[in-house]
């Protein structure tokens, strides 16, 4: 896998645009065509949402919304990858998962494993849950405190298991 520029250095506050614009100039430059691919759909995906949002194809979305979109697309190449390897493409499926890897360098770090479950674990404490009919108070203060730096799935399973 290639590690694009900017995505070497997290300690960079970079916008997330200004980062698939500047990776995508030097993997141009390099003549790497799977990287150029790949940042290319980023960068359509990121002006299409823009022009979504009303802001014209030029416009800067947050970074909360770039995640967002980087994070779609993420899971649309989790989905294909499935598939292709249900339909016995595993070529395809290692292609797809390529491009996941090269795009999961654009999103924040994700609470995982005890990281996830001590955050559960406060987001339960802090609303006082007791069943499981308090799930969606929990994943929103979940939420509330994380943003977009877990999985849905993963803490909604977590919920579920502390929960009776």
């Known amino acids: 896998m290639v590690t694009p520029p900017f995505s070497s250095c997290p300690s960079l506050e970079v916008p997330v645009h200004t980062r698939l614009q500047a990776d995508l100039k030097a993997a141009m430059l390099a003549k790497n065509a799977t990287l150029t691919g790949v940042l290319r759909m980023a960068v359509a995906a990121y002006r299409n949402e823009a022009v979504a949002k009303g802001l014209g194809p030029q416009g800067v979305l947050s970074d909360a919304d770039a995640v967002a979109v980087l994070k779609r697309m993420v899971k ?7 598939q292709f ?5 595993v070529d ?10 090269i795009l999961k360098t654009y999103l924040p770090a994700m609470l995982e494993g005890p990281q996830l479950e001590a955050a559960v674990k406060a987001a339960i404490t802090q609303t006082g849950a007791q069943t499981k009919k308090d799930m969606g108070q929990v994943m929103k203060a979940l939420q509330a405190a994380h943003g977009s730096a877990f ?4 803490a909604s399973q977590l919920v579920q298991s502390l929960l009776n």
């Open 76 to 82: 649309s190449r989790e989905d294909s990858v499935e």
């Open 92 to 101: 395809r499926a290692q292609a797809e998962q390529g491009e996941i890897e």
């Open 85 to 89: 390897t249900k339909g016995g493409y």
């Open 151 to 154: 999985d849905g799935k993963a």
